[in-house]
């Protein structure tokens, strides 16, 4: 691997000052004339700067896994995505680079099978027709018509546990009020008011918060978590959810954002003028989605009796996988060598095989439906390589060899070694993406025969 652009005398040489287009263009040169088979490290923190912690509304909602803004915010200011180009994000979590492809001017569109995502994301994204104080005035009459009213909306089952019973009462006459006063104002506020309930929900359960999935704190400060506190809560959340929401410029282009599985042609849109694809995809089974926001998603309506199991059955990387997912056969991947990584672990053990086999199969298919679909000019991926059973796996490697298969050159290969990506449970410490990303980025050059002939 050649570490060129990480030596310090060398990012220096990257001027940092004025001038980002030029910088940022010459950068990109400069990266792509170490040759696309060599993996160079790099550093997009330094190649960016630092950025503005309180930027827009970037930190409106935590979300596992979310990708650092300067990748997107580097080929956005490089001239790798075109002025009149739109950008995809078929995997788009939280929305970071939707929000960074709007703020730097481009129409954005957005795919993600995790309901709680989808709403951040557009929550985000959506420019909010109201001053703060309007949206604080709606919150107090959620809260005061909670503390008056009877009617209640029960989520599913599981989520009792995780309250007091002054808490978990509150939040059920709570989620009514919202839901009803969801119908009687415009699409943001609606969105934001359920986002404010949501992180309310998760702010008192008595999960330990140092862990993304729902664990248990055996002494939680929410043990006794009262009806006021609850209150009290959703005023503060929603008042800083407006604050950040009111950062987000009148006139930010359009951003649509799907609901929906990358798996199916239906969910990609097939844009008039040319589009980027720039994405990070979910990794191998150590990356929890559904279940870290599966508090969130119950409250939202997304659960029903089997809890958050239902939504998992879209989300690629699940570790719990039904029988005829389990028989699923090695034959089902199209790299030989891949193949053999999934056998080799299934000699390990074959219930983590089957559920990287799936894995896989399901990135393969979507990688093929997506870029059949939408064609996009440049395919930028974000990737890193996985532990299973203390093999290493090269995830990333993979992945560019599906998007290759369908019709793209390679043209920028870096690696960035990038902290706080993962989202591990105790349980998995053998099974954990590494500390680095690398990073793709692949020219459109013709369909391969199988893509014409329709096979
Ligand atoms: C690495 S995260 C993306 C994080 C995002 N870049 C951000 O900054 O928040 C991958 C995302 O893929 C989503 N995902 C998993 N399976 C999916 C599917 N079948 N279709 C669409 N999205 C999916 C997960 O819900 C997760 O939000």
């Not at 002025?83 to 929000?99: H, I, K, M, Q, Y």
Request: charged content about 25%.
């Amino acid at each position: 691997m050649s570490d060129l652009a990480l030596a310090p005398e060398r990012v220096q040489g990257l001027h940092r000052s004025d001038g980002r287009l030029e910088r940022h263009t010459a950068d990109l040169a400069r990266l792509e004339s170490l040759g696309a088979s060599t993996m160079t490290a790099v550093s997009f923190r330094d190649l960016v700067g630092s950025l503005p912690a309180d930027e827009s509304s970037h930190s409106l909602y935590p979300y596992p896994a979310r990708l650092v803004r300067h990748i997107p915010r580097f080929f956005l200011e490089s001239g790798a995505i075109g002025r009149d180009a739109t950008v995809v994000d078929p995997f788009c979590g939280s929305g970071t680079v939707l929000l960074e492809a709007a703020l730097g001017g481009r129409q954005a569109y957005g795919i993600d099978s995790n309901p709680v995502a989808a709403l951040i994301a557009e929550v985000k994204t959506t420019p909010l027709n109201a001053e703060k104080p309007e949206i604080e005035a709606l919150a107090r009459a959620c809260v005061e018509r909670a503390a008056a009213g009877r009617r209640k909306y029960e989520p599913s089952l599981f989520v009792e546990k995780w309250y007091s019973r002054a808490a978990y009462s509150m939040l059920c006459r709570l989620a009514a009020v919202v839901e009803v006063m969801c119908q009687n104002v415009d699409r943001p506020q609606a969105n934001l008011l359920r986002l404010a309930l949501a992180r309310t929900a998760l702010d008192h359960s008595i999960r330990d918060p140092r862990i993304p999935v729902p664990v248990r704190l055996a002494e939680s400060p929410n043990t006794n978590a009262t009806s006021d506190d609850v209150r009290r809560g959703f005023l503060r959340v929603t008042s800083r959810l407006a604050t950040l929401a009111c950062r987000i410029p009148n006139d930010l282009p359009t951003v649509e954002v799907r609901l929906g599985d990358a798996r199916t042609a239906a969910s990609w849109p097939c844009p008039e003028t040319p589009s980027v694809m720039v994405t990070s995809p979910p990794y191998g089974a150590a990356q929890k989605y559904v279940r870290s926001t599966s508090l969130e998603a119950a409250w939202l309506g997304y659960a029903d009796a089997r809890g958050t199991r239902t939504l998992e059955r879209s989300s690629i990387g699940r570790e719990h996988l039904d029988e005829s997912e389990r028989a699923r056969s090695a034959d089902l991947l199209k790299d030989d060598e891949l193949r053999e990584n999934v056998e080799d672990i299934s000699e390990v053990d074959p219930y983590r095989a089957a559920i990287y086999l799936n894995y896989f199969v399901d990135m393969q298919a979507a990688l093929r439906v997506g870029l059949q679909t939408s064609r996009p000019e440049t395919v930028i991926l974000v990737c890193g390589t996985n532990r299973v059973v203390g093999m290493e796996i090269e995830t990333h490697r993979h992945l560019a060899r599906m998007v290759s298969a369908q019709g793209y050159k390679l043209r920028l290969k870096v690696r960035d070694e990038i902290r706080g990506r993962t989202l591990l449970t105790v349980r998995h410490r053998g099974s954990q993406p590494a500390h680095a990303e690398v990073i793709y980025m692949f020219d459109k050059v013709c369909a391969p025969a199988s893509i014409r002939s329709g096979a």
